[in-house]
């Protein structure tokens, strides 16, 4: 079964400060999704990648993804406050048969950025 | 564009009882996924529907069920209720099936005493 981890699982950061948030899965899979979650909200949609050596950018935030690693990261440039959240990252799940499919996501990186 | 609407937002039920909860999707979106959020066990998948059938099914008992009408506006429905099932609900709503990109709505708060 395909297994989604993300690390760390907590990250406290200052403003002006860079980071990285790794996404590692389990099984070959061809599509990763970012999510943003804050306090008591849903989940946004950040980033879809859909290919080997993708890389999508939003403000400060830059998504990658290496299928053949397995490994996507969520880099974070000169953070701040309102970064603060957790994030998610997604992997699509098809079962060996091909029949059935599910979003699998990791257990998700709260972020915290102080002044 | 309004995006995905779920009702109720919180409820609080006593174990045993059963809970139906309903998901409104983007307009024009044909499939709605359910999640269930704890905080031991996370983002878990529950099932998908599209066009009124379930096309995709996670781990969970058949006391988790749902249906899906001909508007794509969808339920899901809990029945004798366990206090392991308090939870956050969320449901997502896509364009196409399995793979499209989802979008979520605001969860309902589920309190199982």
């Known amino acids: 079964e395909l297994k989604v981890e993300q690390n760390p699982l907590f990250l406290s950061m200052q403003e002006g400060k860079n980071y990285t948030i790794y996404c590692n899965y389990s099984?070959?899979?061809?599509?990763l999704y970012w999510y943003r979650q804050d306090p008591g909200k849903s989940l946004e949609s950040l980033f879809v990648l859909l290919s080997n050596g993708a890389v999508k950018q939003e403000g400060r935030l830059m998504a990658s993804l290496d299928t053949k690693a397995r490994l996507s990261t969520l880099h974070i440039t000169a953070a701040v406050h309102d970064l603060s959240a957790t994030y998610f990252c997604?992997?699509?799940?098809?079962?060996?048969?091909?029949?059935?499919?599910?979003?699998?996501f990791g257990k998700g990186t709260l972020l915290t950025v102080n002044p | 564009k309004a995006g995905v609407t779920q009702t109720p937002r919180y409820l609080i039920k006593t174990r045993g009882q059963q809970v139906t909860l309903s998901c409104s999707p983007i307009s024009g979106h044909r499939s709605v996924s359910w999640y269930q959020q704890t905080p031991g066990q996370g983002l878990q998948f529950l099932f998908e529907?599209?066009?009124?059938?379930?096309?995709n099914k996670g781990n969970f008992p058949g006391r988790f069920s749902g249906r899906q009408f001909s508007n794509s506006r969808s339920e899901m429905n809990v029945s004798t209720l366990e206090l392991g099932d308090s939870a956050l609900y969320l449901c997502a709503s896509s364009l196409a099936l399995a793979g499209d990109t989802q979008y979520f709505g605001p969860g309902t708060r589920l309190t199982v005493l």
């Open positions: 099984t070959t899979s061809d599509r």
């Open positions: 529907y599209f066009s009124e059938t379930q096309r």
């Open positions: 997604a992997v699509d799940n098809w079962d060996s048969g091909g029949s059935n499919y599910k979003l699998t």
